[in-house]
T-cell receptor, first 111, second 108 residues
Framework: GAGVSQTPSNKVTEKGKYVELRCDPI?????LYWYRQSLGQGPEFLIY????????DSGLPNDRFFAVRPEGSVSTLKIQRTERGDSAVYLC?????????FGPGTRLTVL | KNEVEQSPQNLTAQEGEFITINCSYS?????LHWLQQHPGGGIVSLFM???GKKKHGRLIATINIQEKHSSLHITASHPRDSAVYIC??????????FGTGTRLQVFP
């Protein structure tokens, strides 16, 4: 069966631009997580959805970051006014029975 | 504060060696995950455990709840085991807190 997919796989943008990163979870998984991984570091939690609602958004670094999951399946992470420090791999995971299944990530580069 | 620490940060081994990667955490957890990440690749879940020991092929994961410590062991290591191994703890919420990872290189 299909795993978690993320698009695009790579995104290069200029400082100040707006970007959207998409996550397609495994069908039927109600929990969805966004993480950010900087070079040489472990992933850091950003936000967690249970169904359509954000159950925990305490990891979002500031109000430039926002995520939605309007129908309880696909989620979009939105970053406004991107900064060079936003460059990282953005990982999505969906969960069943407390086990998380990770997508391949989107590598975001802000020039 | 919920924290997860891993050691060593980097590890090199000769093919066939027995490998141990350690993970410690600051307070009580509901589960601990061991994950594998290949260069340029996604993350694969190896184990999720809350007590005792689990084994899958040449991989063994143990956890000691009283000592707040977990280990990942690889027996008869092989160059294809080369990857970054990450431990992640689930505290009293559903989110995971990750260690910084251990970069393993196994040489033939």
């Amino acid at each position: 069966g299909a795993g978690v997919s993320q698009t695009p796989s790579n995104k290069v943008t200029e400082k100040g631009k707006y970007v959207e990163l998409r996550c397609d979870p495994i069908s039927g998984h109600t929990a969805l997580y966004w993480y950010r991984q900087s070079l040489g570091q472990g992933p850091e939690f950003l936000i967690y959805f249970q169904g359509t609602g954000a159950a925990d958004d305490s990891g979002l670094p500031n109000d430039r970051f926002f995520a939605v999951r309007p129908e309880g399946s696909v989620s979009t992470l939105k970053i406004q006014r991107t900064e060079r420090g936003d460059s990282a791999v953005y990982l999505c995971a969906s969960s069943a029975n407390n086990e998380q299944f990770f997508g391949p990530g989107t590598r975001l580069t802000v020039l | 504060k919920n924290e997860v620490e891993q050691s060593p940060q980097n590890l090199t081994a000769q093919e066939g060696e027995f490998i141990t990667i350690n993970c410690s955490y600051s307070v009580g957890i509901s589960a601990l995950h061991w994950l594998q990440q290949h260069p340029g690749g996604g993350i694969v879940s190896l184990f999720m455990l809350s007590s005792g020991k689990k084994k899958h092929g040449r991989l063994i994961a143990t956890i000691n709840i009283q000592e707040k410590h977990s280990s990942l062991h690889i027996t008869a290591s092989h160059p294809r085991d080369s990857a970054v191994y990450i431990c992640a703890a689930r505290f009293n919420t559903d989110k995971l807190i990750f260690g910084t990872g251990t970069r393993l290189q196994v040489f033939p």
